[in-house]
């Protein structure tokens, strides 16, 4: 059984940074993209970045891209999200995802099967 578990969030002032972790566990871990999404309140899911399986390829939401930073580390199964500079408009919570089909290389929120129980990032202006 896949599990997904976020950690990392918190508050932080506008211009500050967070990292948010992913672990991963229920399958080989290296096989599968992993991405970030988040929900602010009032609005729908939407994508953040995601890193292909062996991380050789990345994409970013143009509204997270020079700010945000995805990365992972197959040996420990983590994935990671570095956000700096953030924004009051970063409010939202996070989750991390992955889809059921390996070598899978989505972008959308529907095409990702599993998901995390997502974690809290506040941005204060």
């Known amino acids: 059984q896949v599990q997904l578990v976020e950690s990392g969030g918190g508050l932080v002032q506008a211009g500050g940074s967070l990292r948010l972790s992913c672990a991963a566990s229920?399958?080989?871990?290296?096989?599968?993209?992993m991405g970030w999404f988040r929900q602010a309140p009032g609005k729908e899911r939407e994508f953040v970045a995601r890193i292909t399986y062996n991380g050789g390829s990345t994409r970013y939401a143009d509204s997270v891209k020079g700010r945000f930073t995805i990365s992972r580390d197959n040996a420990k199964n983590t994935v990671y999200l570095q956000m700096n500079s953030l924004k009051p408009e970063d409010t939202a919570v996070y989750y991390c995802?992955?889809?059921?089909?390996?070598?899978?290389?989505?972008?959308?929120?529907?095409?990702?099967?599993?998901w995390g129980q997502g974690t809290q990032v506040t941005v204060s202006s």
């Open positions: 229920g399958r080989t871990f290296s096989m599968y993209t």
């Open positions: 995802a992955t889809p059921r089909v390996a070598w899978y290389t989505p972008l959308r929120a529907d095409d990702y099967n599993y």
